[in-house]
């Protein structure tokens, strides 16, 4: 348990104990029963659905990803669901999920439909559900792929070690001698791992694992404008605070940031910014800019600035190599920390050891819980060099949809708004409150010149309690 307190929560959880304990006479095995599923054809109208013991969240979270509905539920809401259907209607669908809880399904002309999902009355339907797209961290291994460190008096170059293995070097962090290997296939690449392993001049190897690009928005645009009062003002080494975010491209472009940014970095190829649609990124900066502008001094200007670190570039996905190459480029370009509102679910020695090295130059991590319902770690969060955020809701509680492991270590509001092109957008999620802790961190680093540990301490101190499972 990391932190400085705790408070304690409480919820309820559901479940359904399956006793399949009938044998099947001819071979004398338990029969064998299909993984739960849900099929929900939206062209077609139809719905199947083969369930067993699911919450309702899980629930809400799927219809949401396969729909792409606004999906809105009763904080209080529970239900476990069980269900075997063919060929339904979305409506009947609905009632056979949802048992013998309410729901409304409103269509829009505009926009996605919104289905609310609430006991009594619609209007208690308050509590956004993610898409669990948008909540995955799962990282997946690419199989013909390695990354690889060298020692410093290898005695072997990368080039002539790759040409030995048949591979090719398609990426080089050169001031870490380290550097990812491609292979001809996956059984070229697990056979290159005992030669690694034998030779002399290798410091380490790992798999190269890929995670998908965050999404920048929640759904469609709001019809307002939310005003923005904060301006930036110059200032020399004692107040000036630099954020990195390690994230996806920034746009300029329909936002507030100008004034803010300093010039940004891509490590994975050009950046791609689309003119029509929000970035992660963006989003993240925006909030952060948004939350300092709430700061105690915020009258006065700050000259708190950006680092945007693209690790995506014009890819649907990131690696853990380019994740990695992300953060030195934060720490060499300056930064007194470092936003990653991002992350997956497989742990990595590269990413880990830069981490080290950066806090130990003084460098504040905060790293994104994770947008699932669950207390297993995400990376980097999980590490104890970094500070942990997950996401609260309007109570002030742990927001449903978000990661409430012994490894989180502060707890901020899970929801911001922010504009893009005249309009205004709803961004949710651990990333969100991430944001916010950052702006936090660099409101103290620039109001009382404190940097690294001393900034981290107080940061811990000040920001909100350690949320215990």
Do not use: C
Not at 119 to 146: C, F, H, M, W
Not at 328 to 344: C, T, W
């Amino acid at each position: 348990m990391r932190g400085w307190r705790a408070i304690r929560w409480a919820a309820t959880v559901a479940g359904a104990i399956l006793a399949a304990g009938i044998l099947d006479a001819a071979a004398g095995t338990p029969p064998e029963t299909p993984p739960s599923q849900l099929n929900w054809r939206v062209a077609e109208g139809r719905v199947n659905a083969h369930i067993e013991g699911w919450p309702l969240q899980k629930l809400l979270r799927e219809i949401a990803a396969k729909t792409h509905w606004q999906v809105f539920v009763q904080p209080e809401a529970s239900h476990v669901v069980s269900a075997k259907f063919k060929d339904l209607k979305p409506g009947e669908a609905l009632r056979r999920l949802l048992g013998t809880l309410n729901f409304a399904l409103v269509p829009s002309t505009n926009g996605p439909s919104r289905l609310y999902v609430f006991q009594n009355s619609l209007q208690a339907a308050t509590e956004r559900v993610l898409e669990s797209e948008l909540g995955s961290r799962r990282s997946k291994r690419i199989p013909d792929e390695l990354v690889v460190t060298l020692k410093p008096d290898a005695g072997v170059t990368i080039d002539q070690l790759a040409t030995a293995l048949g591979a090719q070097v398609t990426g080089r962090l050169d001031p870490l001698h380290t550097y990812r290997l491609k292979f001809p296939s996956e059984s070229a690449a697990e056979a290159a791992r005992a030669t690694l392993a034998r030779e002399g001049g290798v410091d380490g190897f790992d798999g190269n694992y890929a995670f998908d690009r965050p999404v920048g928005s929640d759904g469609s645009p709001i019809r307002s404008s939310t005003p923005f009062n904060l301006r930036p003002r110059s200032g020399g080494d004692a107040d000036g605070v630099v954020v990195a975010l390690v994230d996806t491209a920034v746009q300029t472009d329909g936002t507030v940031l100008g004034g803010f940014l300093l010039p940004g970095v891509s490590v994975a190829g050009p950046s791609q910014t689309p003119t029509d649609q929000l970035t992660h990124g963006t989003s993240m900066a925006q909030t952060l800019l948004y939350a300092l502008a709430g700061s105690t001094h915020a009258a006065e200007g700050t000259a708190v600035r950006l680092l945007p670190v693209d690790v995506y570039g014009p890819s649907a996905s990131t690696t853990t190599f380019d994740f990695a190459n992300g953060i030195y480029e934060a720490i060499h370009r300056g930064a007194d920390i470092v936003n990653l509102s991002l992350g997956g679910d497989q742990e990595s020695p590269l990413i880990r050891s830069l981490i080290k090295a950066g806090r130990e130059q003084g460098v504040v991590f905060i790293a994104a819980a994770g947008n699932e319902p669950v207390s297993t770690p995400t990376y980097p969060a999980a590490y104890p060099e970094v500070i942990a955020v997950t996401a609260s809701d309007r109570t002030g509680g742990v927001a449903a949809y978000a990661n409430r492991g012994a490894f989180v270590d502060l707890i901020a509001p899970g929801t911001s708004r922010v504009p893009f092109q005249g309009q205004d957008y709803w961004v949710v999620g651990t990333s969100a409150a991430t944001a916010m802790v950052s702006a936090r961190a660099a409101a103290l680093a620039e109001s009382t010149g404190q940097r690294g540990a001393a900034l981290e301490a107080l940061l811990r101190g000040t920001t909100g309690p350690t949320v215990t499972p």
